[in-house]
């Protein structure tokens, strides 16, 4: 993780939710595959270091929203990022998660 940045203090959830990063100017489609109201985990097809500042766009249900983001962490085509976002924000995150949040995989006894 980049210094500077403070341990999570909310889990992520697992989820899969298609939507769009914006870096230079232009947006790029991007996969969300893990999501809190602090932070995500992202899939994308571009070199991002630490400390780069992009937009994120998410539309649910109609409701669209834009807000910035820090990349945190960089790993291949994945990276982590970390937001400061305001109150409803945080309620339209809270939502996403809800909505699409993966089932945990039990594994069965023998």
Same mark, same amino acid.
């Given at each position: 993780?980049?210094?500077?940045?403070?341990?999570?203090?909310?889990? /992520? #959830?697992?989820?899969?939710?298609?939507? &769009?990063? *914006?870096? #230079?100017?232009?947006?790029? @489609?991007?996969?969300?595959?893990? $999501? #809190?109201?602090?932070?995500?985990?992202? =899939?994308?097809?571009?070199?991002?270091?630490?400390?780069?500042?992009?937009?994120? =766009?998410? !539309? &649910? /249900?109609?409701?669209? /929203?834009?807000?910035?983001?820090?990349?945190?962490? !960089?790993?291949?085509? /994945?990276?982590?990022?970390?937001?400061?976002?305001? @109150?409803?924000?945080?309620?339209? $995150?809270?939502?996403?998660?809800?909505?699409? *949040?993966? @089932? !945990?995989? &039990?594994?069965? *006894?023998?």
């Amino acid at each position: 993780m980049a210094s500077g940045f403070k341990d999570r203090n909310s889990p /992520r #959830s697992k989820v899969g939710i298609e939507g &769009f990063y *914006q870096f #230079s100017a232009h947006w790029f @489609p991007c996969t969300l595959h893990d $999501l #809190s109201i602090e932070g995500a985990g992202l =899939k994308i097809n571009q070199i991002f270091v630490p400390g780069d500042l992009i937009k994120l =766009k998410f !539309v &649910f /249900r109609g409701n669209e /929203r834009t807000f910035e983001a820090i990349v945190a962490n !960089v790993n291949g085509t /994945r990276i982590g990022v970390r937001f400061d976002v305001e @109150p409803p924000t945080q309620e339209f $995150l809270a939502t996403l998660i809800q909505a699409y *949040q993966r @089932p !945990v995989n &039990f594994r069965r *006894q023998s």
